[in-house]
């Protein structure tokens, strides 16, 4: 049963008195999603939207939104993923781009500068309580509403350069990224009793397959609005999870916090993905709490992960294996290349290609990632850097190119540098330099930050900015990003 039945019959089927989701320790019951998904649905067929049509979907982690998310898919529709993250001239910007002929949103995000009025540009603005009631908020959903036949979501992401763009994920890429995942009933029973927790972004690929994931095999799921220590602590407690995910940054805060041991007893396995994950890191994990970290690699065009390790695979190749990101997943192909498009021998670095049906072009097709990548006489792959020049903060991805142009929007700003420097628990971080417009007054680092945080979102904002009357340059005149990084250092050591 594919990922589209299986919600639908989750919709029609559920007993309504079974627990759901859980959001800030109170449970949603199958009744309520019912309900919310139920309203959003006879939303879409009042307002005439055609099956296969585009719905825009602000994504929060709250229960609502998941019914949200059910309720599209089930219905034989496309989300459309909108990030609240993004400040408000930005998401509206962004509906414009896209141009859904129906957005759901929340309260809040419709309430914000702009928003409201570039959803009902284009089409018909549902909003959505906390309670899971919907309400129109304005607009119409076009006549002739376009539809994207086939494709289950339009899934948020960022480019080599340039604005985020979107990932097109069909119906058969879901599903066999949750097959080859495990992530497909046991049984023939709808629910279970088990549990599973989603912390990670639901607009981000590893929020929405861990979501999918408890929806196609009945797990009831512990939704959480991010990472944070203690709540998720107790999370694991409360509820004795056996199994869990975490971002590289998230393993280091809890072994930076030396949790007591205790606190984890239940834990049998942890998953990471989304960055790559120091083997120190992983290992010192391990050592620390007995608790294997299975790494896994996978991007938002594969629908999720199509590589990683299992706890057979932990047991008996982790002391020499100590690092990789795993062995492909079945129904997987993994090679490595070099500049002329040739499979390279075993060992080489090279960049990384990917050949299986999760991919928009098909089981047969070899996909180029930006990842750089050796596969080793075993099949285990090492991920060893990239070939562009995203920087991953704790496991989300910026763009120099996109926080460059932000910072020279600034009348005093000439040209701007990014790069990403070495961060201890969130593998990187972007720090930016600028210099400064000849004759202008020059601008405060405090004023360029309040710039970025109100086009950027949160985790693309420069974690330092320092002033330049000159940028480094390397003979050829380009910024020596490596220069950039050493003025930074010096920098932050002298206020240190």
């Not at 296969?52 to 609502?64: D, I, Q, S, T, Y």
């Not at 990239?386 to 929007?409: C, M, N, S, T």
Request: aromatic residues 4%.
């Amino acid at each position: 049963m594919g990922i589209r039945d299986r919600l639908s019959r989750l919709l029609a089927e559920a007993p309504a008195d079974a627990d759901a989701i859980e959001h800030a320790e109170i449970w949603w019951t199958w009744g309520r999603v019912q309900e919310t998904a139920g309203a959003v649905i006879d939303a879409f067929e009042t307002a005439g939207l055609p099956v296969e049509a585009r719905v825009g979907v602000v994504l929060e982690n709250r229960p609502e939104h998941v019914a949200v998310v059910a309720a599209v898919i089930a219905s034989g529709r496309c989300v459309v993923m909108l990030s609240p993250l993004q400040p408000a001239a930005r998401l509206a910007a962004d509906i414009a781009r896209c141009a859904p002929p129906v957005v759901v949103a929340g309260v809040e995000v419709l309430a914000r500068d702009g928003v409201l009025g570039a959803v009902t540009a284009a089409g018909l603005a549902l909003e959505l309580d906390t309670d899971g009631a919907v309400r129109i908020a304005g607009g119409a959903a076009p006549v002739d509403a376009p539809t994207n036949p086939g494709i289950a979501v339009e899934m948020l992401t960022s480019g080599t350069t340039g604005p985020p763009k979107r990932v097109h994920l069909s119906v058969e890429q879901l599903d066999q990224a949750l097959a080859s995942g495990g992530q497909t009933p046991k049984s023939d029973r709808l629910l279970t009793r088990s549990a599973a927790l989603v912390a990670a972004p639901l607009v981000h690929i590893g929020g929405l397959w861990r979501s999918l994931a408890c929806l196609a095999t009945g797990r009831r799921m512990i939704l959480m609005p991010k990472f944070v220590l203690e709540p998720w602590l107790r999370v694991v407690e409360r509820h004795q999870l056996r199994a869990v995910s975490l971002v590289p940054a998230a393993l280091r805060t809890v072994l930076d916090a030396d949790v007591p041991k205790d606190r984890l007893a239940s834990l049998q396995v942890v998953t990471s993905g989304t960055a790559p994950c120091p083997a120190e890191l992983a290992d010192g994990f391990f050592r620390r709490y007995d608790i294997p970290v299975l790494m896994t690699y996978g991007a938002t065009e594969f629908a999720g992960a199509v590589a990683g390790w299992t706890l057979a695979q932990h047991q008996k190749w982790w002391d020499e294996k100590a690092g990789s990101a795993g062995r492909a997943f079945a129904g997987v192909e993994l090679r490595v290349t070099g500049e002329d498009g040739a499979e390279l021998p075993v060992g080489s670095t090279g960049q990384l290609e990917v050949r299986t049906a999760q991919t928009a072009q098909g089981a047969q097709v070899w996909v180029r990632t930006s990842d750089l990548a050796r596969i080793d006489a075993d099949g285990f792959v090492w991920i060893e850097g990239r070939a562009d020049d995203a920087i991953i903060r704790g496991g989300f991805k910026v763009q120099p190119e996109l926080v460059q142009r932000v910072l020279e929007a600034h009348a005093s700003v000439r040209e701007a540098a990014v790069a990403g420097l070495p961060h201890a628990r969130l593998g990187e971080v972007p720090v930016a330099a600028i210099e400064v417009e000849p004759g202008r007054i020059r601008p405060g680092v405090a004023e360029l930050i309040a710039l970025c945080r109100n086009q950027l979102m949160p985790y693309e904002v420069p974690a330092h900015i320092v002033v330049l009357d000159e940028l480094p340059r390397t003979p050829s005149s380009k910024v020596s990003r490596v220069e950039l990084l050493d003025i930074v250092r010096a920098q932050l050591a002298n206020t240190a």
